[in-house]
């Protein structure tokens, strides 16, 4: 239904700035609540911020919410996320996934999503 790809990340310095972008397809992309996780080594898989569908909605989770934001262009059926002032700590493997059944309400745990994409690593080296 929902096909998700996940791209911008990469090898950044301690104070930088990345923006990550997920490029959907699908009839029902730009119906579903898109959220983004990171998972980083050794550790479980974490939310990280998510979007209503039509981007007037957000939901970050509380120790992030001061350094990331999340947009979306439907236009462009991509949603992104913004982090700035990148931290050693917020190395990781980044996923955007999709919720459909529940798009009427932004939900923050990975079992609650039905659609992943593969994920885009981010590292910061201090």
């Known amino acids: 239904q929902v096909q998700l790809v996940e791209s911008g990340g990469g090898l950044v310095q301690a104070g930088g700035s990345l923006r990550l972008s997920c490029a959907g397809s699908?009839?029902?992309?730009?119906?579903?609540?898109i959220g983004w996780f990171r998972q980083a080594p050794g550790k479980e898989r974490e939310f990280v911020a998510a979007i209503s569908w039509n981007g007037r909605r957000t939901s970050y989770e509380d120790s992030l919410k001061a350094r990331f934001a999340i947009s979306r262009d439907n236009a462009e059926n991509t949603v992104y996320l913004e982090i700035n002032t990148l931290e050693p700590e917020d190395t990781a493997v980044y996923y955007c996934?999709?919720?459909?059944?529940?798009?009427?309400?932004?939900?923050?745990?990975?079992?609650?999503?039905?659609?992943w994409g593969q994920g885009t690593q981010v590292t910061v080296s201090a």
């Open positions: 699908g009839r029902f992309f730009n119906d579903a609540v």
């Open positions: 996934a999709a919720d459909i059944t529940t798009a009427m309400v932004i939900r923050s745990k990975s079992s609650d999503y039905e659609f």
